[in-house]
């Protein structure tokens, strides 16, 4: 093998190596971007906690939704 071989060879896994790289960084970006959306609703607001899978007002002191039963948060 030449010395010009093992450079093409040496630029060919760097540009590799490269490519792998920016796709893992933008890849973790995606991720990161889906786990820290956040709802569209507020948590709470002016005494009534928001539901955040069906939407409905409950009142503060609910603990889970008058709609769906489900947990609320807070
Ligand atoms: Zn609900």
């Given at each position: 093998m030449d010395q010009t071989t093992q450079?093409?060879?040496?630029?060919?896994?760097?540009?590799v190596a490269i490519v792998a790289l920016l796709?893992?960084?933008?890849?973790q970006r995606?991720?990161?971007e889906?786990?820290?959306r956040e709802s569209?609703?507020?948590?709470?607001s002016e005494g009534q906690?928001?539901?955040p899978s069906c939407g409905a007002?409950?009142?503060?002191?609910?603990?889970?939704?008058v709609q769906c039963r489900r947990k609320l948060p807070g």
């Open positions: 450079l093409l060879l040496l630029v060919a896994a760097t540009t796709l893992m960084l933008r890849r995606v991720d990161r889906i786990a820290t569209r609703y507020a948590t709470s906690k928001r539901c007002y409950n009142t503060w002191t609910d603990r889970n939704c």
